[in-house]
């Protein structure tokens, strides 16, 4: 039976004991009487070392077929490694050649590759160190979600990706549609669904539907944007996790999104450090010193109000000006998670015309239960707010929005039959992936990333 490298590294298999792993090739070095073979096989940063020794008799045969990228089984007994960058390795018995990779044609030699150029390879770069780091970071990030919501008692709830509402309001939705693509003059009453369909923005007003009914609820799914941001911190096809908790006000909102961020760093200090690590050396340096600052320390409350009175003052040239009222651009939003306050920050009470008409009114008639949480680096990473649960008043801010009421009539209706205060926010698990390992392009924290122009693999 095979054995992962992980379980061989961290369970601290018996010496003498004899194994099967199985990986793909990174390095072979020829030292004539014997050939060193370091081979990973995705369960953990680090390469096991086997040790090939002349005497086999396939040895002649196989050695020139061991190269960089093939992938094989090997087994024998593990034995301590003389050597100071690894403390066991494998003497192999015998070796199993599954499939040998040319040379000459393989694209991941040893030399470091462009980010840039990795993307046009994604078939291949899951088998780079980064790469695979950012896919563990990932799978216990969203095992960690899963962990931090199932243990305060949110319920998961899958929340349709085809929708025919416009949940963020703003009107950048792919289309779905079976309509011939060419016809000119398209009757969308003729299409599948009987009206016009859309891949979805956002599962919070489904979100808000179970909520008022079983309470605390979250989701986790794919979120789709059409706006054609061609920055490092926007995907057009990107993963959402969306708290809703009835019998909630703006104050138990922040409390969740804060405590379920901290959770996550910890998480990952607690389970991926070999990971972590690695990016602290080659990404970031002092990674892993910031992130504990993160789990740590209390994060900064600020109100918009106040934020743009520290924007105005500060000692540095923006390329969007600022005045109250104006939405904020990712280089404020660093400012001052990065440079202002040190430490992520979260931002309240918005201008309703600058935020989606869900948001609740406050009593100033000017801004909105909103908050958002700014960290340093990314800027924006979790949006939400206290939802308009006052039918009347939500009617109104639909109307001055230029919506239409009937496209939300189910929506109205919760606040007709028994509404009640309710609160939410959406993390987009992409930029948390950016935040944690330190990494510099979203579109290299997702292993096929979807952007203007791009949908190769
Ligand atoms: O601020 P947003 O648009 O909020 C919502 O969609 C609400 N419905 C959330 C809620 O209250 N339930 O998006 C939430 C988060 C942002 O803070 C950001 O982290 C991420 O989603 N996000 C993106 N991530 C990658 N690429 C994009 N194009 C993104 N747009 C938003
Ligand atoms: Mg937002």
């Given at each position: 039976m095979r054995t992962k490298i992980k379980d061989i590294l961290h369970a601290k298999k018996i010496v003498g004991q004899t194994v099967t792993v199985s990986g793909w090739v990174r390095t072979v070095r020829d030292q004539k009487s014997f050939a060193f073979i370091e081979i990973n096989d995705g369960s953990t940063l680090a390469n096991l070392q086997i040790v090939f020794d002349s005497s086999l008799p396939s040895y002649a045969e196989l050695l020139p077929q061991i190269t960089t990228g093939a992938s094989l089984s090997v087994t024998g007994p593990l034995v301590e490694s003389p050597g100071k960058n690894q403390a066991l390795e494998i003497k192999a018995q015998s070796i199993h050649i599954h499939g040998p990779c040319s040379a000459e044609r393989?694209?991941?030699?040893?030399k470091r590759h462009s980010f840039e150029f990795l993307r046009t390879i994604a078939h291949l770069r899951p088998r780079t160190n980064t790469q695979g780091a950012v896919l563990r970071v990932r799978n216990a990030l969203s095992f960690a979600t899963h962990l931090f919501f199932q243990q305060r008692g949110f319920i998961y709830v899958q929340t349709p990706i085809i929708t025919g509402s416009d949940a963020e309001g703003g009107g950048q939705m792919f289309r779905v549609t079976t309509l011939d693509p060419m016809a000119a003059n398209k009757d969308y009453s003729k299409d599948f669904f009987g009206k016009p369909a859309f891949l979805t923005v956002s599962g919070q007003l489904e979100g808000e539907i179970v909520a008022c009914a079983l309470s605390d609820i979250y989701t986790f799914g794919p979120t789709f944007r059409a706006e054609n941001s061609n920055t490092s911190r926007h995907l057009a096809e990107f993963w959402m996790i969306e708290p809703e908790m009835a019998f909630a006000d703006l104050p138990a909102d922040m409390e969740c999104a804060e405590s379920y961020l901290k959770f996550c760093v910890k998480y990952a200090l607690e389970h991926c450090f070999d990971d972590l690590e690695f990016f602290d050396k080659f990404i970031e340096n002092g990674l892993v010193q910031r992130l504990q600052h993160v789990a740590d320390s209390p994060f900064v409350h600020l109100t918009y109000t106040k934020a743009i009175e520290i924007l105005l003052k500060a000692p540095k040239q923006f390329e969007f000006p600022v005045e109250w009222g104006c939405d904020l651009q990712s280089e404020h939003e660093r400012f001052l998670a990065e440079e202002h306050c040190k430490k992520p920050v979260i931002l309240t009470?918005?201008?309703?015309?600058?935020?989606?008409?869900y948001m609740r009114a406050n009593t100033d008639g000017k801004t909105v239960a909103a908050m958002d949480i700014l960290v340093p680096k990314i800027g924006e990473i979790i949006g939400g707010s206290q939802r308009e649960e006052r039918l009347d008043v939500l009617e109104k801010k639909i109307a001055a929005m230029g919506l239409k009421k009937e496209d939300y009539w189910w929506y109205l209706e919760l606040r007709e039959f028994g509404s009640v205060p309710h609160a939410g926010f959406g993390l987009g698990f992409e930029r948390l992936v950016l935040f944690i390992t330190g990494?510099?392009?979203?579109?290299?924290?997702?292993p096929f990333p979807r952007f203007p122009g791009s949908a190769e693999f």
């Open positions: 393989y694209p991941l030699q040893k009470d918005y201008p309703a015309q600058i935020k989606a008409f990494m510099e392009n979203i579109r290299d924290v997702i």
